[in-house]
């Protein structure tokens, strides 16, 4: 599975973007998918997870409430709907694939994408 993200920008606080994640290969359908993000100097953290059906959804608590996860297993991508955007939001993006039905933690994903940066700015 190929994994390439996009739509990251420049955003103000209070803002709103949608990271997209568009991937290639095996049966993208199969697999639940995350999104992580760095900030600067921290760690990758969890964002949001979908399972591989959409039925499922999992969020961190800093983003619930503001961020909404989905997928399109016709278009093989999967989205993250950011509102109400904060500053400490900013961080680089990554989406993951893992063969679970879903997963929260790093370990659990096998395939990533490179990355899109979010900035917001206060």
């Known amino acids: 599975v190929q994994l390439q993200a996009s739509g990251g920008g420049l955003v103000q606080a209070g803002g709103s973007l949608k990271l997209s994640c568009a991937t290639s290969?095996?049966?993208?359908?199969?697999?639940?998918m995350g999104w992580f993000r760095q900030a600067p100097g921290k760690e990758r953290e969890f964002v949001a997870a979908?399972?591989?059906?959409?039925?499922?959804?999992y969020y961190a608590d800093s983003v619930k409430g503001r961020f909404t996860v989905s997928r399109d297993n016709a278009k093989n991508t999967v989205y993250v709907q950011m509102n109400r955007l904060k500053p400490e939001d900013t961080a680089v993006y990554y989406c993951?694939?893992?063969?679970?039905?879903?997963?929260?933690?790093?370990?659990?994903?096998?395939?990533w994408g490179q990355g899109t940066l979010v900035t917001v700015s206060s």
């Open positions: 993951a694939a893992t063969r679970l039905l879903i997963g929260v933690n790093r370990s659990e994903y096998t395939y």
């Open positions: 290969g095996r049966a993208f359908s199969g697999h639940g």
């Open positions: 979908i399972s591989w059906n959409g039925g499922s959804t």
